[in-house]
């Protein structure tokens, strides 16, 4: 890296560990996480997830999108509903995205379009990652596991533009925006693992993303991490190229 490379770098990577800068709102995640992480009733969950309608809208939605695809005429009629069958793990993850999202809203331009481009890939990506469970046969993968690893397919490049632009907003001299494409083309990996060990993402969804991106390997059939790697391996997206 040049020298205007590296010092992009590391204030970059300074702003994704702080994960209060990155994500801005997390009165509602903070309490979910530790619900989450409490293993206790899930009606707790349930409480702190309605207590935000958007959110609460939003995971159904979800819930419902996902199943859409590989359930025939399911519909979950209640949050509650959606929530019990999401399972914690998938709660938090779509909570997360939703607030993530949220964020990506108030970034000044062009980042705003930036991100916006990535944020729609993503979502693309998640649409085609559910869509390919229907031709398959043998395999038992949940369905909104796909989509809440898909949501994350690039996230390192969603997270690395978006602290390059709270970089900006506080320069007195601005970066020009060829040393963040730079760092991201070269450093879109180490991005990635700092951004999902700073905002202290599962274990799960770590792992998936890995194979997903064919920087790891797995016996297992049933992972949702292969679904994906065929979906970016079409899109020429995967970090390890096939």
Do not use: C
Not at 127 to 136: C, I, K, N, Q
Not at 220 to 225: L, R, V
Request: aromatic fraction near 6%; charged fraction near 20%.
């Amino acid at each position: 890296m040049t020298d205007l490379e590296q010092q992009v770098f590391s204030q970059v990577s300074a702003i994704i560990a702080n994960e209060e800068q990155v994500i801005g709102r997390r009165g509602i995640l903070i309490p979910l996480k530790k619900a989450i992480l409490a293993e206790g009733d899930i009606r707790n969950v349930i409480d702190i997830v309605s207590s935000d309608p958007a959110l609460s809208a939003h995971m159904l939605m979800r819930s419902n999108l996902a199943q859409a695809a590989v359930v025939e005429n399911h519909k979950a009629r209640s949050l509650k509903e959606a929530l019990i069958r999401l399972g914690q793990v998938n709660i938090y993850r779509y909570a997360f995205a939703f607030y993530l999202k949220e964020r990506l809203d108030e970034l000044p331009q062009p980042y705003k379009k930036l991100v916006h481009g990535y944020w729609k890939l993503t979502e693309d990506i998640a649409t085609d990652a559910v869509d390919s469970l229907v031709d398959m046969e043998g395999v038992d993968i949940d369905a909104d596991e796909v989509q809440t690893l898909a949501l994350f397919s690039v996230f390192g490049l969603i997270i690395a533009l978006t602290a390059f632009a709270y970089l900006n907003a506080n320069a007195e001299q601005p970066f020009p925006l060829s040393a963040i494409k730079s760092v991201i083309d070269n450093q879109q990996q180490t991005l990635t693992i700092e951004a999902f060990e700073a905002l202290d993402l599962d274990q799960d969804l770590r792992q998936e993303f890995m194979i997903a991106h064919n920087l790891r390997q797995t016996g297992n059939p049933n992972s949702a991490g292969l679904i994906l790697r065929r979906v970016l391996s079409i899109r020429g997206l995967l970090m390890n190229p096939l």
